[in-house]
């Protein structure tokens, strides 16, 4: 069956539609990842402008991070001080990436600035999980232990300090801040939540104690792909609800079906098995960039004013 | 003298043709097009009938028949490897150009209509090119548009044919695309005669959203700030939804 997706001005089937968010959303139920960073590229190559991609994947992270922070909430799992300073910045970030994305938009560059992000964080991220968890399999054979990490760093020598007690920290406002700028960049640029750059940098920057990592994450990215999707309605008309709401609608089925997988799988098979697709999908997009092209001409209506 | 005749013979005829020449009538199966939900594009039967003038003399008759979709301005660019990658790049803006454009014909439109009235009438590929710019980039843009645009079935040229019946009658059937643009069509039914248009048609094939499709496209445009705030408060109560619902399984 085929739907018309009013925005997007293309027509689709409903069901590779749903299924791509169902997909999408078993992998981010097994990974306790966003699924932004794949359902963006994966909306690119069923044909979807890359415009209205962006802008309509921020519409359903704000649905699938939603879901998913009401849990933490009940768990107390929250640190909120924390999460407001992560979202000054991811404001501030959202703001600076939509205007970028207009500017791109407007002189024909942003499938490219898109895709070249993508290859970027895709292959960096892709390539730490799956080499991290190759070593968390050999060392679990050889029976050590994971270091620990350094507790104090030059992120504690910083001014401005404030005290976190959910976190049970007492460090500098800047780095979460300036965290929280570049995820508002990549969630307005590429269409992502920005889980998968925040959470390392909370664990590993910030030095967040785990349990409440997840939940501020979500907690942020809530309320900066909110904004940012709202942003996009306004400046560049390229959310379309028609398509967000398949999604969403394939995505919180997919999430519960791949949460209950995940249990049974162990963490870094999921991991080096994530950091596969993650892989592939930054491999289809490079070739994009790098293979010598069909057909060189390309064709953009303009922006009615 | 037999030359002399036939002579005085074409004026007559031609001075005939001239008070009460053929014309051409055309109809469609549907003046509106609309685009709802389950749009999966739309065939529309263009018909009509050659109406004889005064002149004795039976013309060889063709007809052309052309679909325009609502024009916009487009900007085409050019891959260039910069830094061995593929970027975008020369954009060439061309303006007016019809979002969709179909033609069909009785016979090859080149057997049937001489290329300067092709030029002249704006009949068929050769209005594309038609500007005062014949800059070869821009010619070499015009040609990537058309190859895109036949390519992504928004243009065709000559096919299906128009069928003709009883020497008079004529009908050809047209696709619209599932991925179209809103606005008005404007077809053309123009009658051919000694290579030469000698009477055209015209009419407009109103394509339009309708119900959902209509609303989120004029909230999406006219009301963005309300349309996009729709959109999160729509996306919030999906992820509640979503969450009560699982819990109350488990």
Not at chain 1, 6 to 11: F, G, L, Q, T
Not at chain 2, 78 to 102: A, E, H, L, Q, T
């Amino acid at each position: 069956m085929q739907v018309y997706l009013p925005i997007a001005e293309v027509s689709v089937n409903i069901f590779l539609i749903i299924g791509l968010g169902a997909l999408v959303g078993i992998l981010s139920g097994m990974f306790g990842v966003g699924g932004g960073f794949l359902m963006t590229p994966l909306l690119f190559f069923i044909g979807i402008p890359p415009a209205v991609a962006v802008a309509t994947e921020a519409n359903q992270i704000v649905a699938s991070s939603f879901s998913g922070a009401l849990a933490h909430f009940k768990r107390r799992a929250v640190d909120l001080k924390m999460g407001l300073i992560l979202l000054l910045g991811g404001l501030l970030g959202a703001s600076v990436g939509v205007y970028i994305f207009k500017i791109l938009k407007e002189i024909g560059q942003v499938e490219l600035l898109v895709t070249l992000c993508y290859v970027v964080f895709l292959g960096i991220i892709g390539s730490l999980m799956f080499f991290e968890s190759l070593s968390a399999i050999t060392k679990r054979n050889s029976q050590t232990k994971p270091s620990k990490i350094k507790r104090h760093t030059w992120v504690h020598r910083l001014p401005l300090k404030m005290r976190f007690r959910t976190s049970n920290l007492y460090i500098s406002a800047i780095p979460p801040f300036f965290i929280g700028v570049l995820v508002g960049i990549l969630a307005a640029v590429m269409g992502v939540g920005g889980g998968f750059i925040m959470v390392p940098a909370m664990i590993y920057i910030i030095g967040m104690p785990t349990k409440v990592v997840i939940g501020t994450s979500l907690f942020q990215i809530i309320f900066v792909t909110a904004f940012t999707t709202i942003m996009h309605a306004t400046q560049n008309y390229t959310v379309d609800a028609m398509l967000a709401i398949l999604l969403i609608l394939g995505g919180v089925v997919g999430a519960q079906v791949g949460v209950r997988l995940g249990v049974k799988l162990r963490a870094e098979q999921l991991r080096i098995l994530l950091s596969i697709i993650v892989l592939s999908v930054c491999f289809k997009l490079a070739l994009d960039l790098l293979l010598t092209p069909n057909e060189y001409f390309s064709i953009m209506v303009d922006v009615k004013k | 003298m037999k030359s002399f005749l036939t002579l005085l013979f074409l004026l007559t005829a031609s001075v005939e043709t001239v008070q009460a020449k053929d014309t051409v009538i055309g109809g469609l199966s549907t003046r509106n097009v609309s685009i709802n939900t389950t749009f999966t594009g739309s065939d529309i039967l263009i018909f009509g009938t050659i109406k004889r003038g005064d002149s004795e003399e039976i013309v060889l008759s063709d007809i052309i028949i052309e679909v325009f979709g609502p024009k916009t301005n487009i900007t085409v660019r050019r891959k260039k490897k910069i830094f061995g990658i593929w970027v975008n790049s020369d954009p060439i803006k061309i303006n007016n150009s019809p979002s969709f454009y179909s033609i069909v014909s009785t016979n090859k439109i080149d057997d049937i209509l001489k290329k300067s009235e092709q030029l002249k009438s704006k009949i068929g590929r050769t209005q594309f090119f038609e500007s005062k710019n014949s800059d070869s980039n821009y010619i070499e843009a015009i040609t990537a548009k058309l190859r895109i645009k036949n390519k992504d079935g928004y243009y065709s040229f000559n096919n299906p044919p128009v069928k003709v019946k009883e020497t008079s009658l004529f009908s050809a059937s047209i696709s619209l695309p599932a991925n179209l643009t809103e606005g008005d069509y404007k077809t053309k039914i123009h009658l051919i005669q000694k290579g030469e248009v000698t009477n055209t048609s015209i009419d407009t094939i109103r394509v339009r959203k309708v119900g959902l499709e209509r609303w989120l496209y004029k909230t999406a445009h006219n009301s963005p700030l309300f349309y996009g705030i729709f959109s999160v408060l729509l996306a919030l109560f999906s992820g509640w939804g979503a969450s009560t619902i699982f819990r109350r399984f488990q």
